[in-house]
C-alpha cells in the first residue's frame, strides 16, 4: 500500500503553493482560485493544499501540538541549501539553524502554524 496524498489545511494557499513548489520540490498540476491546489512530487504522492476559506474559516489553521511534516534530503549539504534559501522567505519562521536533531541532521520552521521538518533520511549513510 502506498500513501496516495495528504492534505494540508492553509489560510493563503498561494504562499503554501509558492513554499512547495520553489523550496520543497513540488509541482503545481491545479490551482482552484486559490481556494485549494495539488501539487505532486514525482513519487506518485500529492499533496492537497486546502484553503481554510472552504472550512468556512477566515483564521489561520491550528494544528495538535507536535504534528508536523518532514522532508528528507539527501545530506548535510542539501539540509544547509534549503535553509539558506528558506532564511530569504517572509512569514517563515525556523525554529534554529541545521543541526544534529535527534538520530539525524536538520531544522524546523513553521509556515503558518504548520511545522515543517527538514532533515536527513535517518535510515541512509547521508549524515556525515
Known amino acids: 500500500m502506498n500513501l496516495n496524498h495528504i492534505n494540508l489545511v492553509v489560510k493563503d494557499v498561494d504562499t503554501a503553493v509558492n513554499l512547495f513548489e520553489k523550496h520543497l520540490g513540488f509541482n503545481l498540476i491545479v490551482n482552484r482560485n486559490s481556494k485549494m491546489a495539488v501539487m505532486e512530487n514525482g513519487n506518485n504522492f500529492a499533496l492537497v493544499i486546502w484553503g481554510q476559506v472552504l472550512n468556512n474559516e477566515e483564521n489561520v489553521p491550528v494544528y495538535p501540538k507536535n504534528f508536523h511534516v518532514g522532508f528528507y534530503q539527501e545530506n ?21 539553524k541545521p543541526q544534529k536533531i535527534r538520530n539525524t541532521f536538520g531544522f524546523y520552521f513553521l509556515f503558518e502554524n504548520l511545522m515543517m521538518e527538514i532533515s536527513v533520511n535517518p535510515f541512509t549513510d547521508g549524515i556525515v
Do not use: M, P
Not at 548535510?76 to 534554529?96: C, F, M, R, T
Open 76 to 96: 548535510e549539504e542539501a539540509v544547509w541549501k534549503v535553509y539558506e534559501n528558506l532564511k530569504a522567505e517572509v512569514g517563515l519562521q525556523l525554529e534554529s
